[in-house]
């Protein structure tokens, strides 16, 4: 494997990563916006 083969598997790697992180970063703030919705207003009904 050659050094330019190496650094775009890794690149691709760390894409990878950061994208799921920003999934799972994206799920929790979703889930703390319902919490805090039906908190406010517990008769609203969560989307979803």
């Known amino acids: 494997m050659s050094d330019q083969d190496e650094s775009e598997q890794l690149d ?5 990563a950061v994208e799921e992180q920003a999934e ?17 207003d517990p008769e609203e009904e969560p989307s979803e």
Do not use: F, G, N, T
């Open 12 to 16: 691709d790697e760390l894409r990878q």
């Open 24 to 40: 799972s970063a994206v799920r929790a703030v979703e889930e703390h916006i319902r919490r805090v919705a039906a908190e406010v």
